[in-house]
């Protein structure tokens, strides 16, 4: 038996909650979360700050959302209405849980992956999101004046940005340290001194390495070990899960992933729907996971997508989910690739195409 372990925003939906959330309530709330999300990607993946991770953007964004007066409440209702599914999610999921034990491992705030359950009937058991309230804390006035002059600062920083080989804020121009270290000022000295500053305490995102976590704690529900792990994962959050599925013999799959991603992964899809999850995970439970992989392996870089539904008709995949599949690859897009036997600098560029043209530009750029 295998077990399905699923990223959210990107493989089911394409939403970046906590983006929009930024983009709804904070004035240029967009591009302050732009700026925040890049300090994050260059705190985890670049100085790898001590007890920092990948994903923690998430609690760096929350003392400014209290400060614009963002509820609970707030949190609910706008998750619910705003909630895009990618299209195949909605028949995938209920059919993909239905044939083996699956599981949601997001960053997303719990609000969200609620409004993702009850759409689609999955089991809210079977998710690892973040947890938060921002009801349960009060905020000082001034602090909350304080916050909102920080968020319009912030917002009208440049991108930060840094070389491709570099190893330290020393690798970066002299503007782009000043940018970091002013960062670094406002997350771990001004905000701390504010009693708002437990925030950055108390919530903990599931990223990072609390993805990998959440995929040995599935393990333990099932009884099964990380080698019967397929993992479905596409940014800089999943990269500490693909690493453990993937070094374990499991199959770490890239769907519509960024650079983390694809350099993490084995296999990477490329599709406008999601129905080809359903198709890989059918394979695995048929053939198994070694034959799935060596479908890959023994291909010249991208498998043939002929190749693919003669195989996933000769083991009876489900009718509908088949369909799904194979209209995707007429009306849309649908490539997967075996990683290893591509040139990853073009997959790179193809994969994060497809992730922009699926999810929108702004929300495709982030990591």
């Known amino acids: 038996m295998y077990q399905l372990n699923m990223d959210c925003e990107g493989p089911l939906t394409q939403n970046d909650n906590a983006f929009e959330l930024c983009e709804k309530f904070i004035p240029n709330g967009g591009k302050f979360f732009a700026i925040v999300s890049k300090y994050d990607d260059f705190l985890a993946d670049v100085i790898k700050r001590p007890g920092y991770k990948a994903g923690d953007t998430l609690k760096l964004v929350l003392p400014f959302l209290k400060a614009y007066g963002v509820t609970d409440e707030d949190m609910e209702k706008f ?28 960053t997303s705030y719990k609000p969200y992956i609620e409004a993702l359950c009850h759409v689609t009937s999955f089991p809210m058991d079977h998710c690892y999101c973040t947890q938060v309230s921002l009801d349960v804390y009060e905020i000082d006035p001034v602090d909350a004046d304080k916050l ?5 600062e912030i917002s009208q920083m440049e991108m930060i940005k840094w070389p491709s080989n570099a190893k330290g804020i020393q690798d970066l121009s002299s503007n782009q340290r000043r940018l970091i270290h002013r960062l670094d000022e406002i997350f771990w000295k001004q905000i701390p001194s504010m009693s708002i500053g437990r925030l950055l305490e108390d919530v903990n995102p599931i990223g990072g390495k609390e993805k990998a976590r959440a995929v040995t704690d599935s393990l333990e529900k099932t009884g099964l070990s990380p080698d019967r792990v397929i993992y479905v994962g596409d940014s800089i959050t999943d990269v500490q899960a693909l690493d453990l599925v993937k070094g374990a013999g499991g199959l770490a799959v890239s769907f519509n992933g960024n650079r983390y991603a694809i350099e993490h992964a084995e296999i990477a899809i490329l599709s406008s729907n999601t129905s080809i999850i359903f198709g890989i995970s059918s394979l695995c439970i048929k053939d198994g996971m070694d034959a799935v992989r060596n479908m890959f392996v023994n291909g010249p870089g991208r498998i043939d997508n002929d190749t693919l539904f003669a195989r996933l008709r000769a083991i009876g995949t489900d009718p509908e989910m088949l369909t799904e599949i194979e209209n995707t690859a007429q009306n849309g897009t649908l490539e997967l690739y075996n990683i290893g036997a591509c040139h990853k600098e073009e997959l790179v560029y193809k994969s994060e195409k497809v992730r922009k043209e699926v999810r929108g530009h702004k929300v495709g750029t982030l990591g």
């Open 79 to 106: 998750s619910q209405k705003t909630l895009v599914l990618l299209p195949g999610t909605e028949t995938m999921l209920p059919k993909v849980n239905d044939m083996l034990p699956s599981f949601i491992i997001s």
């Open 148 to 152: 909102k002059g920080m968020a319009q």
